[in-house]
T-cell receptor, first 113, second 110 residues
C-alpha cells in the first residue's frame, strides 16, 4: 500500500493562477479531507468528503473547490491563487469518519507570489 | 475561543523527565479524541487514540476527563527522539469534522 499520496511536493504560483493539488489513497477509505497548516494556526479543515460524490465545506473553504468522483482521489483546486493561500496543504483519509484515525499524506508546500 | 485549545509551549525538559500536556475542548458533543505527533516539516502521525477509561502505550499515557472537557498526554522517561509537536484532535458526532489544536511543542534536552 502506498497510503496517502500527494502531488506536487512543492509549487510556486503567481497571484491569479489556478492549480490542482492531487491526493490519492489506496486503502479504500470512505472519508477524505484537506487541511492547510499555517504557523500558529494549527491544521484547519478546508473541505472533506464522506464518500464518492459527496463533499462539504470545512472551516476555511473560500477560494478552494473539491470533487470526489472516485473513492481513491480527492483533488483540491485553487481557483485564483492569492498570497494568503501560501501554506502547507495536507490531505488525509480514514476508513470512516469519527471513530477511526486519519492517515496523512506528506503535504504540498505552496508559495503564492 | 478555539474549539480545541493547547498550550503552544515549548516545553523544554531534560532526558528522562516526565512531561504532561493538557488539551481542552469546547464542544460537549465531542466523542472521539486523538493525539498526533508532528515532526518539523512532516505530516502528522497518530500517536494514540484516547479512550474513556484512559489508555497506555509504553511510555505514553492518555486520559480523558469528560466532565471538565479535557484530555491529557503523559510522557514518561522522555527521549531525545520525543522532541516534536503534539497535536490534540477532537471529533464531534454529526459534524464529520476532526478539529485540531494548534499543537504543543516539546524539546527534550540532553
Amino acid at each position: 500500500n502506498a497510503g496517502v499520496t500527494q502531488t506536487p511536493k512543492f509549487q510556486v504560483l503567481k497571484t491569479g493562477q489556478s492549480m490542482t493539488l492531487q491526493c490519492a489513497q489506496d486503502m479504500n477509505h470512505e472519508y477524505m479531507s484537506w487541511y492547510r497548516q499555517d504557523p500558529g494556526m494549527g491544521l484547519r479543515l478546508i473541505h472533506y468528503s464522506v464518500g464518492a460524490g459527496i463533499t462539504d465545506q470545512g472551516e476555511v473553504p473560500n477560494g478552494y473547490n473539491v470533487s470526489r468522483s472516485t473513492t481513491e482521489d480527492f483533488p483540491l483546486r485553487l481557483l485564483s491563487a492569492a498570497p494568503s493561500q501560501t501554506s502547507v496543504y495536507f490531505c488525509a483519509s480514514s476508513y470512516r469518519q469519527g471513530l477511526e484515525t486519519q492517515y496523512f499524506g506528506p503535504g504540498t508546500r505552496l508559495l503564492v507570489l | 475561543r478555539k474549539e480545541v485549545e493547547q498550550d503552544p509551549g515549548p516545553f523544554n525538559v531534560p532526558e528522562g523527565a516526565t512531561v504532561a500536556f493538557n488539551c481542552t475542548y469546547s464542544n460537549s458533543a465531542s466523542q472521539s479524541f486523538f493525539w498526533y505527533r508532528q515532526d518539523c516539516r512532516k505530516e502528522p502521525k497518530l500517536l494514540m487514540s484516547v479512550y474513556s477509561s484512559g489508555n497506555e502505550d509504553g511510555r505514553f499515557t492518555a486520559q480523558l476527563n469528560r466532565a471538565s472537557q479535557y484530555i491529557s498526554l503523559l510522557i514518561r522517561d522522555s527521549k531525545l527522539s520525543d522532541s516534536a509537536t503534539y497535536l490534540c484532535v477532537a471529533y464531534a458526532s454529526g459534524t464529520y469534522k476532526y478539529i485540531f489544536g494548534t499543537g504543543t511543542r516539546l524539546k527534550v534536552l540532553a
